[in-house]
C-alpha cells in the first residue's frame, strides 16, 4: 500500500489533469490515506465543490470504491444523511432543507446503486416539498411515530440505568402523590418524541434545584411548574411568539371558524380562515371533523389543537392534576392521547377522536 500511495504522488501532470476532471471524489479519500500513513498529501488543482456533478462519473466512481470495500471483507455501503434541517443554511427553513438533499432524493439512479443503501432521516414538515418528487413505489417512506407507552418505557429504562437499577419509574422521585400518574402524563406531553420527554425530565429537576436545592425528592409544584416551563419553551421554539399569542386568545383546543371571527378575534370569516389555515401548515391544529349547531344550515368545520404542550398553555391556570383529569381521553382504537374538554361538543355532537375520528364515548 506505501509503495502504491508513493507511485501516485509522483503522477505526471496530464493524468493529475484527468484524475482532477473525471475522478475527484477520491481525492478526500487518497489524501486521507497517505496521512494515515505519514505522507504528504497530494496537491491536486483546486477543485469547486458546487460544480462537481453527481454524474455517471461519479456513480462509476462510487461503484469502484464498492469492489475496494468488498476486498476489504466489507459487503456494501450505507450512506445516512440525518439532521439536515440544523445546518446554517437550512435551520428551522423546511423549504431550504429540502434543497439541500433534492438532487440526492430525486435521482433513482444514485439510490439504486447496487451495494449501496441509502437512509435520510428528516424532519416531517421536509414532506410536502418533497411529494411532487416522491417515488414510493421505488423509494419506501415511514414515519417514525411514538407512541405514549413506547416512551414511557424508554422512562423506565433511562431511569433503570442512570439509578443502578434502583428506580423504575418517574413516580418514584416525586415526594407525594400527585393524584394522576406521573409516567403516563410525561409520555403524553412529549407529543410522540423522546428528545421532548428527555427535556420534559430535565425541567422538572431545575425547577426543584431552583426551589429547594436540598430536597431529597421532587415536590408536586415543582412538577407542576417543570412541566410548564418545558411547555412555554417548547411552544416558543415551534412557533411563532404571534401564532401562540393569538391561538392563547382562543382561549379553548376546540373550536370553529365562527368561534375564532365573531367571539374572539373580530374579525372577517375569512380572515379568520387564513389564520386557521396558517395554524394547520404548522402542525398546531388540525380539522377533526364537522358539527351541527343550531345558528346554521350547514355544518361547521370543527378544529382542535392537536400540540399538548400548546394547550396546557391555554389553561395554565388549571394544575397539573386538574388538567389532565379534565382533558385526557386515550382513544381505545388507536391509542391516540386526545386533550380536549368534551364539554366543548355541543348537543347532539358525539366526540370523536381527533385522529381516527371514532367515538371517544
Excluded at 22 to 45: Q, S
Excluded at 58 to 79: A, C, D, P, T
Excluded at 91 to 99: I, L
Excluded at 133 to 156: E, F, G, I, S
Aim: hydrophobic fraction near 35%; aromatic fraction near 10%; include cysteine.
Amino acid at each position: 500500500m506505501q509503495e502504491l500511495l508513493k507511485e501516485l504522488r509522483s503522477l505526471p501532470e496530464r493524468f493529475r489533469d484527468f484524475w482532477q476532471k473525471n475522478v475527484g471524489i477520491f481525492e478526500p479519500v487518497i489524501n486521507f490515506l497517505l496521512k494515515n500513513y505519514g505522507l504528504e498529501a497530494i496537491d491536486f488543482p483546486d477543485v469547486r465543490q458546487e460544480e462537481k456533478r453527481l454524474s455517471e462519473t461519479y456513480k462509476y466512481q462510487m461503484e469502484s470504491l464498492l469492489n475496494l470495500v468488498n476486498k476489504l471483507g466489507f459487503r456494501s455501503i450505507y450512506v445516512l444523511i440525518d439532521k439536515p434541517d440544523e445546518t446554517e443554511q437550512t435551520g428551522n427553513d423546511p423549504q431550504a432543507t429540502y434543497r439541500l438533499i433534492q438532487p440526492m432524493v430525486r435521482d433513482l439512479e444514485l439510490l439504486g446503486l447496487k451495494g449501496y443503501g441509502f437512509k435520510f432521516f428528516l424532519w416531517d414538515k421536509v414532506e410536502e416539498y418533497h411529494r411532487d418528487d416522491a417515488r414510493p413505489d421505488r423509494v419506501p417512506q415511514y414515519q417514525l411515530n411514538w407512541k405514549r407507552m413506547a416512551l414511557q418505557k424508554v422512562l423506565t429504562l433511562r431511569l433503570q440505568f442512570f439509578s443502578g437499577g434502583s428506580i423504575s419509574s418517574f413516580r418514584e422521585l416525586v415526594a407525594e402523590d400527585p393524584g394522576f400518574d406521573i409516567d403516563v402524563t410525561l409520555g403524553l406531553m412529549a407529543y410522540g418524541s423522546p428528545r421532548n420527554l428527555i427535556r420534559i425530565c430535565e425541567r422538572v429537576f431545575a425547577v426543584q434545584a431552583e426551589n429547594n436545592s436540598d430536597a431529597s425528592n421532587i415536590d408536586v409544584n415543582s412538577l407542576d411548574q417543570g412541566v410548564l416551563n418545558y411547555c412555554e419553551q417548547y411552544s416558543l421554539q415551534t412557533y411563532s411568539e404571534d401564532t401562540l399569542r393569538e391561538v392563547q386568545r382562543v382561549g379553548r383546543e376546540l373550536f370553529t371558524v365562527n368561534y375564532a371571527a365573531n367571539d374572539v378575534f373580530k374579525i372577517s370569516q375569512n380572515a379568520a380562515r387564513t389564520k386557521i389555515t396558517g395554524w394547520n401548515k404548522l402542525g398546531l391544529t388540525r380539522q377533526i371533523g364537522t358539527i351541527t349547531v343550531d345558528t346554521s344550515k350547514r355544518p361547521l368545520n370543527f378544529y382542535c389543537i392537536v400540540d399538548p404542550a400548546v394547550v396546557r398553555l391555554i389553561h395554565r391556570t388549571s394544575s397539573l392534576s386538574d388538567f389532565i383529569k379534565a382533558r385526557w381521553l386515550p382513544c381505545s382504537y388507536c391509542q391516540t392521547d386526545n386533550l380536549m374538554d368534551i364539554g366543548l361538543f355541543p348537543d347532539e355532537n358525539i366526540p370523536t377522536c381527533r385522529e381516527c375520528g371514532r367515538n371517544l364515548i
